[in-house]
């Protein structure tokens, strides 16, 4: 018992063990406080405080508590690092193992924010566009074909918006058709895109989305009434965090295909799929009211559809294999999570997790 309170001691010490290191031997400026060889910086008080909760801050006499209780608690954890130190902890196996992980999370978040997000910009045209898309529903009739070769063939034959009507494939052909309302941001981005350009009766060409490929013809058009009740402020921070999102995906795809290049990486459709159900499974279930991430009895369920399943292989990278029970855990661990307006793309929010 005393030993595993001191390996989680030294766990939490490591982030202040890399302070130490970090600080120079001469006192910083602007010093708050001083715990043993190490200093509580201005800076680093400012930027802890930010992230307390704000219960009762508006009280005068709460607001000075809660910063004497975060100097204090700075003073302790540092004392706690420089003992960690002297005892060796920071060279304890179990920490090791636990700080290795967290230096791959933080190394990851770090790459994220260098090869994707810096290098995405939302641009104020792209901005204005998508709020006037974002207020028009669009019906559209459409055909779908899993071969790309089939679907070039049917449009060939569509001259007119009555071909389209009529047009028939024999057996060998598998095809589908149907409507569907385009709502701004809830399609696939490649419908969306061509739905919101064509005019009433105009034909598409052939369209690459998801498993297979698109003709769409359009019907009509109407006003959104979400979207359209929503102040222009509002409106506006939606649509940018969405394109700003997309943009993040379609980078994160192409720096996950370059970096591929030459190496192992894939996941196995099959059990995919079987977790993929369960998880759809298990948050419909669950009532969506803003973000819902998997609980622990969500899991549990899960485990339970995926019984037979759960101790195959679902993920390979490299040398190292994942089971689809490893693949929960990471889910479960990482906080997966949709909300009423995502539920309907789980299985792209799915595979956008997995190639993560």
Not at 16 to 31: D, F, L, M, Y
Not at 106 to 131: C, F, H
Not at 302 to 314: M, R, S, Y
Request: net charge positive; proline share 3%.
């Amino acid at each position: 018992m005393f030993w595993t309170s001191w390996v989680a001691f030294a766990v939490v010490a490591a982030w202040w063990g890399a302070v130490a290191i970090a600080q120079p031997a001469q006192p910083p400026t602007n010093v708050v406080a001083k715990a043993g060889e190490l200093f509580v910086t201005e800076k680093e008080f400012l930027q802890r405080f930010e992230l307390l909760p704000a219960l009762q801050r508006s009280r005068k006499s709460r607001l000075e508590e809660s910063k004497l209780e975060l100097v204090y608690s700075l003073i302790a954890e540092k004392l706690l690092a420089q003992e960690a130190r002297e005892r060796k902890l920071d060279r304890d196996s179990a920490f090791l193992a636990s700080f290795e992980e967290v230096r791959k999370l933080l190394a990851r978040d770090q790459l994220y924010r260098e090869e994707v997000r810096s290098k995405v910009s939302v641009s104020e045209p792209e901005v204005r566009r998508g709020m006037a898309e974002a207020q028009r529903e669009i019906l559209i009739s459409f055909l779908f074909f899993d071969k790309e070769e089939d679907a070039a063939f049917v449009r060939k034959q569509i001259k007119s918006e009555r071909d389209f009507d009529r047009v028939r494939t024999d057996s060998s052909v598998h095809t589908v058709r149907d409507t569907v309302t385009v709502i701004w941001s809830d399609a696939q981005p490649a419908i969306e895109r061509v739905a919101y350009r064509l005019k009433k009766g105009e034909i598409s060409g052939v369209i690459k989305a998801g498993s297979g490929y698109y003709v769409l013809k359009v019907e009509r058009t109407s006003t959104s009434a979400f979207y359209s009740s929503l102040q222009p402020s509002v409106l506006y921070e939606r649509v940018l965090a969405k394109l700003r999102e997309r943009k993040e995906e379609a980078r994160l795809n192409e720096f996950v295909s370059e970096s591929l290049k030459g190496r192992i990486g894939y996941s196995k459709p099959a059990p995919f799929k079987r977790l993929g159900l369960a998880i759809e499974k298990a948050f419909s279930k669950t009532p969506l009211s803003g973000k819902v991430a998997l609980s622990n009895l969500m899991v549990q369920g899960i485990q339970k559809d995926c019984i037979e399943v759960l101790n195959d292989t679902l993920v390979v990278a490299g040398t190292r294999m994942w089971t689809v029970e490893d693949v929960l855990d990471q889910l479960y661990s990482k906080g997966f999570y949709v909300d009423s307006t995502t539920v309907k793309s789980l299985p792209a929010l799915l595979n956008g997790q997995v190639r993560i």
